[in-house]
């Protein structure tokens, strides 16, 4: 029943796992400090971001730590006689990493505005301006956002098919570049 926090790049295919499990899914901004706000705010159990920080509040005070993320994973695999069939089992999708847009100085965030302001999608996608813009189809979606610490755009995009993810990254990006025509795509790590 516990709000489990996760971040606007995380896949598609959590929330629907999180329901699965009995928990209520919560898609917010992202960034480490953000989440951790957030997660206090809603007095949420877990919450986890793509680039991997898994924030825990049960059994503990509350922290951030890979090695201690990695025990509970362990933890839970132990309880099943076949953990690979458990990993096997969990869906999975064809996805970009994520992607980095070169801009200027204070650019990026006027990109994204005027995508919010300008861009429209028909239904069944459904738009969140939390962070960016992101749009989910019923078969995957897309993000670009600005980066909360360099001058670039970021971009993540999934679908449950290879064709999917490339219909969903050519409308998306075919949407970016009427605002900035010479965007240049690089498959840089950054948050």
Request: proline share 7%; charged share 25%; hydrophobic share 40%.
């Amino acid at each position: 029943g516990g709000r489990i926090v996760f971040d606007v790049k995380c896949s598609q295919r959590l929330a629907p796992e999180i329901r699965a499990a009995g928990g209520e899914p919560v898609m917010y901004k992202t960034g480490h400090s953000l989440i951790k706000a957030h997660m206090r705010a809603i007095d949420s159990p877990l919450g986890g971001e793509m680039s991997g920080h898994i924030f825990f509040k049960e059994r503990w005070l509350g922290f951030d730590d890979g090695t201690y993320a990695g025990a509970r994973l362990l933890e839970i695999l132990s309880r099943h006689a076949d953990p690979s069939a458990v990993l096997l089992a969990l869906p999975s999708s064809a996805s970009t990493p994520e992607l980095n847009v070169p801009c200027a100085e204070g650019e990026p965030h006027t990109v994204v505005q005027r995508l919010q302001l300008e861009e429209r999608f028909e239904p069944p996608a459904q738009v969140s301006l939390q962070d960016g813009l992101r749009v989910d189809w019923p078969d995957g979606f897309g993000l670009i956002r600005a980066s909360n610490t360099t001058p670039v755009l970021v971009l993540r995009f999934e679908g449950h098919t290879p064709q999917a993810l490339e219909r969903i990254q050519t409308e998306m990006m075919a949407r970016l570049r009427r605002v900035k025509p010479n965007a240049q795509v690089h498959s840089d790590a950054h948050t």
